[in-house]
């Protein structure tokens, strides 16, 4: 079989290759280099008979030909068709050989491999035909006699009918019968790819591992040059000394390399303690990660970017000699910090010119700047150094040594639902949560992927970079962008969910407390989720075909535009006086316009009705459409991970569902609906529908960048 695929299959490879390069006189054909069947052709001679001459008993016909010549027969059958043969049939009856060998390959390995292989040796239970045998055994995808049937069918199938355009190219021969077999084989194919890839980063199950040198690798790759979770001896001491010159103190040069060298030394392994004292950490990241950051760019702001948009670029050469502010630190260190605020820029600022420029350094003006239609700069300072006075005094709120400050444990479980309708609320919810990394990642990753949709919505409707405004296209590419990335990183915080529920989540730990009682209401949020799919699904849809058939039938009066009055509503509160409410701050006697209007209300104000920027874009019809089919995208993509997630212990078609990880492909011949079932399963599909539907948002912002630029 070997033998007639490769040397068939060359022939007709060289053949198409000369085609494609327009020069068939290099091909193998009766009309270039012949290839001529002698063996054939000397079992034709040995049976052709002389001119004029008729075997005993054979007629020759009068009425039937073949190529011109005369069709023997003997006893009113057929005997011989004298066909000349050539190149062409050498081909053609190589591949029809190879077809058949194959064919016959296939069949003959499902009949003896009926009972039992090496891959599965109790293979003659599970009967004549079965999906896959279990997760524990991923390459059993169509192994059974069954499959092989199938796989023979399709192969006959394609050469059947390929070789009838020509008998000296390919015709696509190859091309079909390929995809014929991925298209076979991609259960197996996606269990392998899906398995490597799993297992490579699943830490949990790799040689070796213990829950403290599980949290250390995780640590130590947040600082590893090559983000490889290792405790390398080689990259202790000796190492350190290699590199270090004779009567040095330390290595030659300690900022190339070796700066990761510290923690990956073995005696400056954290302890699993340490990694498991919550309230320590969460002082340091409030403080140190969102507090010191928030300063840090506080002053980048106040001292770098503040005096370029005004004229005057900071470098390293003269940092030490331009002040941010006239006045210096002498309004900090007298308490007069007013003085921060006064003299800001004016409204006729021209943008890194000191034309109209002030002095102002921490300002709450409100609105846009009126040339790049971006926030101002010291709004933006005054913002970051409020955010980061609070988080570095959030940083002292929880207990650590000193005995002063708050418990989480105690906070939460102090928590107690109203009315007791929610059982036992947060009780164990502490030691949950701190023993499961997946838990603390699912809900990371969930708060970072709503901040991230915010951002993606923020960068256009409070713009900070100078001149962003008036450029489209990179708003709407940067919004797409950030959609994209909430996505993912959304779906991530619910596979995560979804190992926690399987690997880590301890029934009698969580007994009727917040998560028991969501596991036992599943089927009425799954439900809930699913109407509220369906509801969006059809009413959105439903308009939409509408319109497109109104459309299509020249009578665009007739389509069905709704009003979004609610969200009008919404923005003519918050200022916008073009809809005609008169309500909250769109009503100018209204007590909320007058409480505000000396403090930050005329610039507010003026960006809400200003047509120059995006900020609250006057919405429509299209806009109400829009909103809810990004709704429907939402809402089916959280079902699919919502279920997926309450789902990973067990459901009613497969109770036991906790016992087979996180991913598995079938659960069986017994129990051939399980496919497709696993939480994975659920993961992927969601992934699939979070990225069609972001199709979506980015439709958005287009037609709102368009009736932008139309007005």
Known sequence: MYILGFHSFGLYIHNDTMSALGRPQDMFSDTAIQIQPIFAQWVQNTHALAPSL?????????????????????????????????????????????????????LLKGVLFARSSRLIPDKANLGFRFPCDGPGRGGTCQSDVWGTISDQGIVTHITGGNFAQSSITINGWLRDFLWAQASQLKIPLLVVFGFGIATAHDFEIHDDITEERLYQNIFASHFDLLLSAIWDPHFGQPAVEAFTRGGATGPVNIAYSVGGWFHLQPKWKPSLSWFKNAESRLNHHLSGLFGVSSLAWTGHLVHVAIPGSRGEYVRWSNFLDIPPHPQGLGPLLTGQWNLYAQNPDSSSHLFSTSQGAGTAILTLLGGFHPQTQSLWLTDIAHHHLAIALIFLIAGHMYRTNFGIGHSIKDLLEAHIPPGGRLGRGHKGLYDTINNSVHFQLGLALASLGVITSLVAQHMYSLPAYAFIAQDFTTQAALYTHHQYIAGFIMTGAFAHGAIFFIRDYNPAQNEDNVLARMLDHK?????????????????????????????????????????????????????????????????????????????????????????????????????????????????????ILVKGALDARGSKLMPDKKDFGYSFPCDGPGRGGTCDISAWDAFYLAVFLDVKYHWVGYFLLALETYHFMAR
């Open 54 to 106: 008729t075997a005993p008993g054979a007629t020759t016909s009068t009425s039937l030909t073949w190529g011109g010549s005369e069709l023997l027969a003997v006893g009113g059958k057929v005997a011989m068709l004298p066909i000349p043969l050539g190149t062409a049939d050498f081909l053609v009856h190589h591949i029809h050989a190879f077809t058949i060998h194959v064919t016959v390959l296939i």
């Open 523 to 639: 089927e009425a949020i799954i439900s809930h989720l699913s109407w509220a799919s369906l509801f969006l699904g059809f009413h959105t849809l439903g308009l939409y075909v509408h319109n497109d058939v109104m459309l299509a039938f020249g009578t665009p009066e007739k389509q069905i535009l709704i009003e979004p009055i609610f969200a009008q509503w919404i923005q003519s509160a918050h200022g916008k006086t073009s809809y005609g409410f008169d309500v909250l701050l769109s009503s100018t006697s209204g007590p909320a316009f007058n409480a505000g209007r000396n403090i930050w209300l005329p610039g507010w104000l003026n960006a809400v009705n200003e047509n120059r920027n995006s900020l609250f874009l006057t919405i429509g019809p299209g806009d109400f459409l829009v909103h809810h089919a990004i709704a429907l995208g939402l809402h089916t993509t959280t079902l």
